[in-house]
Nanobody, 121 residues
Framework: QVQVKESGGGLVHTGGSLRLACVVS????????MAWFRQWIGGEREFVAG????????RYADSVKDRFTISRDNPKRTAYLQINNLKLEDTAVYYC??????????????WGQGTQVTVSE
């Protein structure tokens, strides 16, 4: 059974940075495409960034393309999301999940608890 656990969120000021981490247990991590999603209060969960199993291919939502970087460390079974120049609208709960390639926008496994990112002025 594949499980994910997100961490790294927090309260930051606009313009700040965070690095989120997603540790995956179970399964063969290096073969999984992974993605990050986010959900505002009262909103739907949306795709943010995805990465292929070998880390060579990634894609981003247009709204975050210049500020977010997705990466992974397969031996550590961890996917990362580096967020720079945080904006108020980045406030959300961030989730990671195994996804279906190549679009990487459809999640496969049960959702974890996510990690809260709150941006203040």
């Amino acid at each position: 059974q594949v499980q994910v656990k997100e961490s790294g969120g927090g309260l930051v000021h606009t313009g700040g940075s965070l690095r989120l981490a997603c540790v995956v247990s179970g399964g063969t991590f290096s073969t999984y495409s992974m993605a990050w999603f986010r959900q505002w209060i009262g909103g739907e969960r949306e795709f943010v960034a995805g990465i292929s199993g070998d880390g060579r291919t990634s894609r981003y939502a247009d709204s975050v393309k210049d500020r977010f970087t997705i990466s992974r460390d397969n031996p550590k079974r961890t996917a990362y999301l580096q967020i720079n120049n945080l904006k108020l609208e980045d406030t959300a709960v961030y989730y990671c999940n195994r996804v279906i390639p190549p679009a990487q926008e459809i999640a496969i496994e049960a959702w974890g608890q996510g990690t809260q990112v709150t941006v203040s002025e």
